[in-house]
């Protein structure tokens, strides 16, 4: 009888002719780096446009939010570039290329929000168009928006569009629970771990699409983090910590480097 130890290295170096993705196996390890990477975007955005640009002080630097995205967009870009150029799973280049969507994703929606006067209510109805829009064109075309698919250059756009709209979505969603309807940093941390928990018990029912729970839980996330970034540096009287911005975002950037130096991922297998 196998062993489930022996079954799992059996199935790891069995020869296959089904090409792996270019993405992460989805385990507890994915999601641990995905919320801290998230909080990342929003304490390193609002580093950058808040305390360098002075968006949230007296000096504030002109289209402050503005600068940021256009920064953290030609980061983003240059990650997603080299995430298309490798021929396989590099899980230093899929987690870099992450957190420079979160951080842009921070900085656009926050532009969009603030600086556009759209708000957290029309942000994010704009956005969850977006996603659901690109998400529908991607099934559409490829037959599958499954993570375990994204081997080809066409499902890798795709993928990556899909996560820069719900990056950017996550901060609105965050922002509008928070601020809009007045649930404060620690009720969005309540509704949105609630909501991820809720995923989790639908995916081990086995009663629901595990690729429609990968997508909910990849949204859920952002804003999760949007709202746990702005408790550790948003001011006292607002319902934060007053951490440090940067000293914050440096701690999450270790925590994020260490757990990918020390626990290898595998890249997630072909299914379609």
């Known amino acids: 009888m196998l062993t489930p130890l022996h079954t799992e290295y059996t199935r790891m170096h069995t020869p296959t002719s089904q090409p792996l993705a270019k993405v992460p196996a989805v385990t507890l390890l994915f999601w641990l780096i995905k919320i801290a990477a998230t909080t990342l975007g929003e304490t390193g955005g609002d580093a950058v446009t808040m305390s360098w640009l002075g968006e949230a002080g007296t000096q504030t630097h002109a289209n402050g939010y503005l600068i940021g995205t256009g920064i953290f967009t030609v980061l983003f870009a240059f990650a997603v570039w080299l995430q298309l150029r490798a021929k396989q799973f590099n899980p230093w280049l899929y987690w870099f290329a992450i957190l420079a969507s979160t951080t842009v994703g921070t900085t656009l929606a926050d532009f969009a929000d603030r600086s556009l006067g759209i708000g957290y209510s029309g942000g994010s109805g704009v956005l969850l168009l977006l996603l659901l829009g690109t ?3 991607w099934k559409r075309m490829l037959g599958t928006v499954s993570v375990a698919s994204v081997a080809s250059p066409q499902a890798e756009g795709f993928y990556w569009l899909a996560i820069m709209c719900s990056q950017t979505l996550g901060t609105a969603l965050g922002d509008w629970v928070a601020d809009t309807q007045g649930l404060g940093y620690t009720g969005g941390i309540a509704i949105f771990g609630g909501a991820l928990a809720l995923v989790a018990i639908l995916y081990w029912s086995k009663k629901v699409s595990p690729t429609l ?8 996330t952002r804003p999760l983090g949007a709202v746990l970034g702005d408790f550790l540096d948003k001011p006292l009287a607002s319902g934060g910590l ?4 940067t000293s914050a975002t440096a701690a999450l950037l270790v925590f994020v480097g260490a757990a990918v130096l020390l626990f290898p991922q595998r890249a997630a297998e072909r299914t379609h």
């Not at 729970?213 to 859920?220: C, E, V």
């Not at 007053?242 to 911005?245: G, Q």
């Open 213 to 220: 729970l990968f997508w909910a839980a990849f949204i859920l």
């Open 135 to 137: 998400l529908w064109a």
């Open 242 to 245: 007053a951490l440090s911005r």
